[in-house]
């Protein structure tokens, strides 16, 4: 009977000593294989904004193998009849902080042209009926196989948190509607609303093994604005007969850019971009308009009003001076349904999040990054008062050797949303796993 009882005290013993053993470090390199399955599943099958059913069955189906509470079909577009595909998985573990984890689900209408032996070759139709290529040019399959690996690795590690993870698998981020649509269908009411945000994203331009941070505002405000510069048409012969709405347009656009020089603060960043311009249909005709469609970038709320008012004031008041009538004014149109607010990481949870993951990964490999003028719709679960603190951390997903080339050589890496973006997919999955799941410990350490 001793000697029974001394083999159930060891056993017992050992498989406390093995489950003491585990850290986001060993559990990453135990999931990792099973991981990149999933990983290269996800890049050869992209879908979509609003389209993306198959991504979030399998996160979903994940997300319950890894001990969640799972709902799909979270969220309500402003479009009757569509189906949103949002993922809410609810791991609990005792009273305690709520942490939201989020990861993005949809994919790009971009051609691939990686040369990977697991590329995609999708084609579908978009919502105009299009048909477009589909690739996942901007890393979100590698935010959702992290996202996974992460659930995974807190469900097997309860002993080290106590509290409620929110793991969010969300649609449409890149066209800016998903968050919001999760919110409108009860995000914070249907499920506990949280005390932390929290959300990564690959990096194109840092190496794979690291991981980036931004105090204060990290992406900007995204305005789109369309714009019609009204003429009078006539015979490319007679230019003095008509008011030409493209030589218009190209003042309008030159008087644009002093916004960003000469009417705000310079130390307010700003950006307006002419991304498309459209007039005429054939060499001699002079057409009776012009269509423009703007993107405009800010991080300030009281700069991103001032700016907007100026593309407006200054369009018309060039139009004036040109001699149209009232009548003929240019139309500006800012498309309020596709705004997306800046993205703020709360300064002192970013020093919390940064202090831990550089226990976990090492000095070196957790540097400070300077702000982008790029978006994210993350922002919108921080609330527009940013009165849940929030933080997005980048995580590096280029091979170092790339990256050492390209500051030598001065050619530019593949950015996100190119054709021929490949992140390094084993140490980049491997780090944001660990990164994620150390800063979700950090929150809800007992």
Not at 88 to 113: F, I, Q
Not at 274 to 293: A, L
Not at 423 to 434: D, F, S
Request: charge should be negative; aromatic fraction near 6%.
């Amino acid at each position: 009977m001793k000697i029974f009882c001394l083999v159930i005290s060891i056993s017992v013993l050992s498989a406390f000593a093995a489950s003491a053993e585990q850290t986001p470090q060993s559990l990453a390199d135990a999931e990792l294989p099973s991981l990149l399955t999933i990983y290269k599943d996800f890049h050869t099958h992209p879908e979509l904004s609003a389209h993306e059913e198959r991504s979030s069955a399998i996160v979903a189906k994940e997300l319950k193998a890894a001990g969640c509470e799972v709902t799909e079909h979270v969220g309500k577009y402003d479009k009757p009849g569509v189906t949103c595909f949002g993922v809410v998985g609810v791991m609990k573990n005792g009273a305690g902080p709520t942490v939201l984890v989020r990861s993005d689900l949809d994919a790009l209408p971009v051609h691939e042209e990686t040369g990977l032996p697991y590329a995609s070759t999708v084609t579908t139709k978009n919502d105009e009926g299009k048909e477009v290529p589909v690739m996942h040019a901007c890393g979100h399959d590698v935010h959702m196989s992290t996202l996974i690996g992460t659930a995974r690795a807190l469900g097997k590690l309860k002993d080290k948190w106590h509290g409620t993870i929110i793991f969010i698998g969300q649609p449409a981020e890149e066209t800016v509607g998903g968050a919001k649509a999760m919110l409108k269908d009860g995000l914070y009411t249907r499920w506990p609303k949280p005390d932390y945000a929290l959300a990564l994203h690959d990096d194109a331009e840092f190496e794979a093994g690291k991981i980036t941070l931004t105090e204060g505002y990290a992406l900007a405000n995204v305005d789109s604005v369309d714009v019609i510069v009204h003429g009078i048409g006539g015979h490319g012969a007679a230019p003095h007969k008509t008011k030409d709405p493209i030589v218009l347009s190209a003042e309008i656009i030159n008087a644009w850019q002093t916004i960003a020089s000469r009417e705000k603060n310079p130390i307010d960043p700003a950006v307006i971009t002419v991304g498309s311009i459209h007039g005429g249909t054939k060499h001699n005709i002079i057409p009776d308009e012009v269509k423009m469609q703007l993107t405009v970038r800010t991080y300030k709320k009281e700069v991103r009003e001032k700016v907007l008012a100026a593309i407006a004031r200054i369009a018309k008041d060039c139009a004036t001076a040109f001699g149209l009538p009232p009548d003929k004014l240019p139309e500006v149109h800012v498309l309020q349904d596709e705004f997306s607010a800046a993205t703020y990481n709360n300064p002192e949870l970013t020093r919390r999040i940064a202090a831990a993951l550089k226990t976990a990964l090492g000095n070196d490999n957790v540097v400070q990054k300077d702000p982008s003028m790029g978006a994210e719709d993350f922002c919108e679960y921080s609330l527009p008062d940013h009165s849940i603190p929030a933080l997005m951390f980048t995580v590096g997903a280029v091979d170092p050797a790339k990256v050492a080339e390209s500051k030598k050589t001065g050619v530019s890496l593949p950015s996100l949303h190119s054709s021929k973006f490949a992140p390094v997919p084993e140490p980049t999955i491997r780090t944001g796993m660990i990164g994620m799941t150390t800063a979700v410990l950090e929150l809800m350490k007992r």
